[in-house]
């Protein structure tokens, strides 16, 4: 396959001055016909004509109305055109209804649907489709269904027909059609500028009770952006589709969002806290694409991130303000560490913007979207809140309406803000995670604080410069109280150091407050300074990553040495959970304990080849010894954080969250009897799943179980649920055997990204079951991604990226994985995505 290079970029030839689409729907035999108006760019060097398509039948091709004989080339076609403005038609066949990996045009349980980004439009019809192409689109869509959707506005619509105009330009990936027997949750947004605009959330008849929170996020969303951005809607409707076949989460296709079911559909009877803030998340994040992705698009797919990073960073400062901003930003860590820093650590390191790539959709990764927003969040912090504000207004004024790269949104700020952000930039193209080493001197009333950075290397960059780092460090006197505020030290150097002068007693530093920066800090400092922040710091961020470190170590110590649980972490954790005057969703993330995936990377960084089944075990012996230290606070903590009627609003999640952490514990010391009697009452499924996943874990739970899928046989997300839970909690010697036989599960089906999601997703997911040293989980997995790569190329990929940590085990697991690997990689036919995923974790 053909690497694709971000030097190589060359801009079309043509500019498209309209676009006409006509959609004549039929599951097996799709009519497609178009009819484009281009016009060639004058100073364009490259004058090919060459029109993106895929699996389409070509039935016609005309320019400017005579017939055509277009030359097939590889990915598409080319013709001879004149060099004034002409008009390009066609018409093709495609076949909905057999397009099982869901891009392009498909179907989703009788419904038609399209995914397009980021190459899906080219397998709808013969189209320049690069991001770079932005046009105004008019579509006509032929069926006999209800319910007839695209882009932009309605025009007119009739029997079996409806027509639709998007007045504004936009590339062909944000194109967008939904056809189907719908049934929508009305709303209504009036914009500060005083336009009307209708909403819609249109989902399958029998899910219209589960659209009231996400048309409240919508609204939510909508004024926010205004609020805070200065950024109003501009179109007179705005249409969400919920749809259960889908490969991601969402997309932001203008005018017409179209949502995996799971990500819009909520229920207190069917929906998890976790879901309920998730679902606000994305649907915020769709949004706000209007401006940031839509209106200003990006000029190539290296760009990705500056659509993504910044919409990413939008939702993100949406949910604090709807929740709580130390509860969001540790939350935002936790998946930062367990996604993006574990790509960072293997071999699909890449940058923010990557320089070459085989197929995109393996770049919509954890580190284009989450590092993407860590680096608007560092750009924010270093220029300030009011310069932050004037850069994005430069962008939004300057570039609305094109396409534009990185160069492009960091010249903005550098104009507004006279500040030179050349060593900033560097963010987008250096791999890797930044190693910060921390030490420090007093002296005479002066604290010093020395840093050393260092990157390790990554794939393609074996030599790694010094980054701007901004680190955010307050300083706490001996009292407890804070003799330095947040102060933002800028390092720039391999080395560094930074003093504080004046300072009457020597303080403890709280440093990389906020988490400043996604470097990983290491730091000499004992249990004692640890738990005296833990006690004191006012940055809720650094406070929280006291506990953690604590736990950590203490995990680590378990594990490498056999030792007991340090007093002072169980200490330390029993009056934080007890202290009533910390927010109960606080206290609830400091219970939890780092992941055996995170304690993994930790052995390996310190050069001991990790061993998953006694990571399993010292975790699960620290969860009984928490349970038994904590055992005379327990029963006031469960009765005390019950929430009361379910609201879906931070402070019930977060006594909801708090009283399940709490029972978790409890489940091991009771048989179960309280987590039984909450999921018998429970009229919210954030009870009821987390008291069955409490029995669970605790060794409980059958004819919970058992229950659980009798009263919901019938609803295929609460379903997935059920699949999930069941290989998550599973003993690392059954969880290949427990993924195997739901795989076998009638319900089961692996053309539903969420539910082969839900069993091979969780299996991939619990540590020592995955890694048992059988290697029948590696096999199982790779079976599996083997028969799915046929039907849906996309989501094979993107779930290969579980054997990427594979170096960091002993060699017999390294063998096994390596065997399924190969094997996976010398299947006939095997998808370009896949090959160059498992190609990369290969080497
Ligand atoms: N911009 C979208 C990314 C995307 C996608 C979404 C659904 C299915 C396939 C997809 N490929 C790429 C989602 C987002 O970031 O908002
Ligand atoms: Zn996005």
Redesign the pocket.
Known sequence: PQTIHLKDYTPFGYEIESVHLTFRLAPGATRVISKIAFAPTPAAADKRFFLHGEELKLLSAKIDGAEITPRMVEGGLEADVPDVPFTWEAEVEIAPESNTA??GLYMSNGMYCT?C??E?FRKITFYPDRPDVMAVFTVRIEGDLPVLLSNGNPVTKGDGFAEWHDPWPKPS?LFALVAGELINHPGFFTTKSGREVELNIWVRPGDEGKCAFGMQALKDSMKWDEDTYGREYDLDIFNIVAVDD???????NKGLN?F?SSCVLASKETSTDANFERIEG?IA??YF?NWT?NRITCRDWFQLCL??GL??YRDQMFSGDMRSHAVKRIEEVLTLRARQFREDNGPLAHPVRPESFVEI?NF?TATV?EKGAEIIGMLRRLVGDEDYKKGCELYFARHDGQAVTIEDWLKAFEDATGRDLAHFKQWYSQAGTPRLKMSETWEDGTLTLSFSQSTPPTPGQSEKKPQLIPIAVGLIGPNGDEVVPTTVLEMTEAEQSFTFEGLGARPVASVLRDFSAPVILEREIDAKTRAFLLAHDTDPFQKWEMGRTLAKDTLLAMIVKGTDPSHAYLDAIKSVVTDESLDPAFRALSLGLPSQDDLAQSLHDAGIIPNPQKIYEARESLRHILSDHLREVIPALYAENDAGAFTPDAEGSGKRSLRLAILALLSLRDEGVTARALYKRADNMTEQAGALQALLAAGHGKEELAAFAERWKDDRLVMDKWFMMQVAAAAPDRAATVAKSLSEHADFTMKNPNRFRAVFGALAGNHAGFHHESGAAYRLLADQLITLDALNP?TTARMSGAFETWKRYDADRQQLIRAELERILATPGLSRDTTEMVTRILS
């Open positions: 869901l891009e995914q980004e980021a899906g990936y889908f490969n991601m989460g969402a997309m932001e179209i995996n994305i994040h769709e694409h992705g659509k993504e919409t990413v959709n919509y979207y996309q």
